[in-house]
C-alpha cells in the first residue's frame, strides 16, 4: 500500500478531531478502502474534522483512484472543517485550487519548508 497515516495525538487537541496523512509514490484505488474507514471513524467520533496531508515524492493517482478521490470529496464534503496540503512541487499547490469545488473545508496549500506552519493552521480555531 502506498499511503500511511496517523492520528495526531496532541492531548489538549484530540477534541477537535484532527488527522494527519503522509503520503508517497501513486495512490491506487485499494488505497481508498482504507481511508474510507478511516474518514467515517473520524466523523463517527467528531462529525467534522481537520486533515492535514503531507505529500513526500508523491507521483499522483492511478484511474481508478482519482475516481475515489472524487467520490470521498463529495461524501465528506461538510465533514472536513479545514485541509491544509504540505507539498514540494508547484502543481501539488495547484491541485489546493483544484480540490476546493469538492470539499466544504477551507484549504490552504504550504511548502515543506513551511510545514510547522501548516501544523499550527490545523491546530487554530
Given at each position: 500500500?502506498?499511503?500511511?497515516?496517523?492520528?495526531?495525538?496532541?492531548?489538549?487537541?484530540?477534541?477537535?478531531?484532527?488527522?494527519?496523512?503522509?503520503?508517497?509514490?501513486?495512490?491506487?484505488?485499494?488505497?481508498?478502502?482504507?481511508?474510507?474507514?478511516?474518514?467515517?471513524?473520524?466523523?463517527?467520533?467528531?462529525?467534522?474534522?481537520?486533515?492535514?496531508?503531507?505529500?513526500?515524492?508523491?507521483?499522483?493517482?492511478?484511474?481508478?483512484?482519482?475516481?475515489?478521490?472524487?467520490?470521498?470529496?463529495?461524501?465528506?464534503?461538510?465533514?472536513?472543517?479545514?485541509?491544509?496540503?504540505?507539498?514540494?512541487?508547484?502543481?501539488?499547490?495547484?491541485?489546493?485550487?483544484?480540490?476546493?469545488?469538492?470539499?466544504?473545508?477551507?484549504?490552504?496549500?504550504?511548502?515543506?519548508?513551511?510545514s510547522d506552519a501548516a501544523v499550527q493552521w490545523i491546530l487554530e480555531n
Amino acid at each position: 500500500m502506498s499511503i500511511t497515516y496517523k492520528v495526531l495525538q496532541i492531548e489538549e487537541d484530540l477534541s477537535k478531531g484532527i488527522m494527519a496523512l503522509a503520503v508517497t509514490g501513486k495512490l491506487e484505488r485499494e488505497d481508498y478502502d482504507f481511508l474510507g474507514q478511516e474518514f467515517e471513524r473520524m466523523v463517527s467520533q467528531h462529525d467534522k474534522f481537520r486533515l492535514l496531508i503531507e505529500l513526500k515524492d508523491f507521483h499522483g493517482w492511478t484511474a481508478g483512484a482519482a475516481w475515489e478521490d472524487t467520490k470521498m470529496g463529495v461524501r465528506y464534503y461538510s465533514h472536513i472543517a479545514r485541509m491544509a496540503i504540505v507539498g514540494e512541487n508547484k502543481w501539488e499547490k495547484g491541485m489546493t485550487l483544484f480540490v476546493k469545488p469538492f470539499t466544504g473545508a477551507e484549504v490552504r496549500y504550504f511548502d515543506t519548508s513551511d510545514s510547522d506552519a501548516a501544523v499550527q493552521w490545523i491546530l487554530e480555531n
